[in-house]
């Protein structure tokens, strides 16, 4: 009962703001430096939401969302939907889509024709802003974040940082701001979302020392592979396992041993983060540098010897967290964000972080905790007022941790001035967070929120300690920023980018599992020169320059 009571208190606060906004009258009050905190007199207000929350009469909606894969398909199932709905009379008719289904579905979605009134957490690429927008698929929602969004409203105005960086060239705002502030610089959480981490308990029983070089490294492998560590006198261990082409987990991270870090895949924002380095200024393509061709090379080994994972290559979520925790340890190091999502708790004291081998790049990433990828509008919504005022609600700090990590009694405690503070006890966050989140799309964490809400759970803030370090010591100096580029260059990367990027990542999967690069090297890069890569690295030169120059 206090745990409703508390998430109740929380919500009248949001929807006192709301009204506010959107009952237009002359008692609106002016946006503060930052969204209001909650109040004891709270309740006092109550009466006053109803000329708009809860509706007198009921607004239905229909919204789209990725989900992920341990989360219930329907999110009106869960408790903290269930109390919006309560306190809004909005009820939301959900189409959820697995993440790795997403953006194919939605596509398809836009297609043909058949919007629904909303997406929570969009996932728009600045292209595909760009284009909806332009077209009239979603709607600019600049008045309706004045007019009757005040909790985002009063964020924007006092961070004219994120107000500019989801702002279209065309000044209007298409998808809605979404993320968490956790460290900034080379020390934000995103910068390296690649950690290699190795079996201690299988380096000690082969009496092996923590390897300081790629060449180590891979007899450590071999050592793995043929001298039964895991002692049940089967040959069934994976020395190295990993997702081929994901946005964490990616093989990519250790071409950075040959001096060409190799990202691929970044889901909430493709548009630019493929293959893409920056060094003094200048922008470059991982895979025409020589770097790549012997990092494919040398890897190409690993698989010839059967020191990596096939699986690696098909590998989702589930399939991935499952080989850490079969009944006999079977796998001896990984590359993920977290050890504990694959290995489990118990079994994660035991595995270490294998520093940066001598010599070895560290991409930065523009991993950025802040995203203008998140929910947005379409035309066929017949309540955008309802709709902007619902979402709205997520983005006062108390709702928005809520909202993208899971509700008060199960992922965080309220302390007697209101802050959620993490909970201590839970056995797997990363799963956890998947099944009782409602989405990673909608609401905003920032530092200065940390009075209200102590978002930033220990594991994240072990993280961001693991890569300062470990890993910032060896980052890049520059990395490629967010930028929303201009209309003339996402026509461009729009044209070139997918099938440039595709057909890298064949090539790669191909040479990495059956040799071949050095045979293919040269036609390679002619191809890619046929495929305009030149023109794509100049429409992603001319935005990190206009870039470079804003900041002067």
């Known amino acids: 009962m206090k745990k409703k009571t508390s998430i109740l208190l929380a919500m009248i606060m949001v929807l006192t703001l709301v009204l506010a906004a959107c009952s237009k009258n002359n008692n609106t009050p002016e946006a503060s430096d930052s969204p209001a905190p909650v109040q004891e007199s709270a309740s006092a207000s109550a009466s006053e939401n109803a000329s708009f929350f809860p509706l007198k009469e009921k607004v239905t909606l229909k919204a789209v969302s990725p989900r992920p894969p341990l989360a219930p398909s329907d999110f009106n199932t869960q408790p903290l939907m269930k109390e919006i709905e309560q306190m809004t009379n909005v009820h939301v008719e959900w189409d959820t889509i697995v993440e790795t289904d997403y953006l194919a579905k939605r596509n398809l979605l836009l297609a043909s024709g058949n919007l629904p009134d909303f ?52 000044g209007n705002i298409y998808a809605l701001p979404q993320g968490e502030e956790i460290g900034s610089g080379q020390q934000e959480i995103g910068a390296n979302p690649d950690f290699l981490y190795i079996n201690q308990d299988w380096l000690d029983a082969l009496k092996l020392e923590m390897p300081k070089t790629i060449d180590e490294y891979t007899a450590v492998l071999k050592a793995f592979k043929t001298q039964d560590p895991n002692g049940n006198k089967k040959a069934d261990e994976i020395p190295l396992t990993y997702i081929d082409n994901f946005w964490t987990g990616d093989i990519g991270v250790l071409y950075g041993a040959f001096g060409v870090p190799d990202k691929t895949h970044r889901p909430n924002n493709p548009t630019y983060i493929d293959h893409l380095n920056v060094d003094n200024g200048v922008v470059s393509y991982s895979a025409q540098q020589e770097g790549f061709k012997e990092g494919t090379a040398y890897l190409n080994q690993w698989f010839k010897e059967g020191l990596v994972d096939l699986e690696a290559f098909t590998h989702d979520y589930g399939s991935y967290f499952a080989r850490g925790k079969t009944e006999v340890e079977t796998i001896g190091s990984m590359i993920w964000w977290d050890k504990n999502d694959v290995a489990g708790p118990e079994r994660g004291e035991h595995w270490k972080i294998v520093p940066p081998f001598e010599g070895m790049v560290v991409k930065w990433n523009s991993g950025g905790g802040l995203g203008r990828d998140g929910s947005a509008i379409t035309k066929d919504n017949k309540n955008p007022e309802v709709t902007a005022a619902w979402l709205d609600t997520m983005y006062e700090p108390v709702m928005a941790a809520q909202v993208r990590f899971g509700p008060i009694g199960v992922w965080y405690d309220q302390d007697a001035s209101g802050k959620l503070v993490g909970k201590t006890d839970l056995e797997n966050p990363g799963e956890l967070r998947q099944s009782t989140a409602i989405s990673n799309g909608i609401g905003l964490l920032l530092a200065e929120f940390t009075n209200k809400v102590d978002y930033v759970e220990p594991r994240a803030l072990q993280r961001v300690n693991d890569s300062v370090e470990f890993y910032v010591p060896q980052m890049q100096k520059e990395k490629f920023p967010n930028i929303f580029f201009s209309e003339d260059e996402l026509k461009v990367i729009d044209r070139l980018k997918p099938d440039i990027s595709a057909y890298t990542n064949k090539m790669r999967a191909k040479w990495l599992m059956s040799g071949g690069v050095e045979k293919d090297w040269d036609e390679f890069q002619a191809t890619l020169k046929k495929m305009g890569i030149e023109e794509l690295l100049a429409a992603h030169q001319s935005g990190y320059d206009r870039y470079l120059a804003a900041q002067k």
């Open 119 to 170: 997406f929570l957490g969009s996932r728009f690429s600045d292209t595909e802003l760009i284009k909806y927008g332009k077209d009239g698929t979603i709607i600019p929602l600049n008045d309706l974040i004045e007019n009757n969004m005040p909790n985002l409203k009063a964020i924007l105005d006092s961070r004219p940082d994120i107000k500019a960086a989801i702002t279209a060239p065309d």
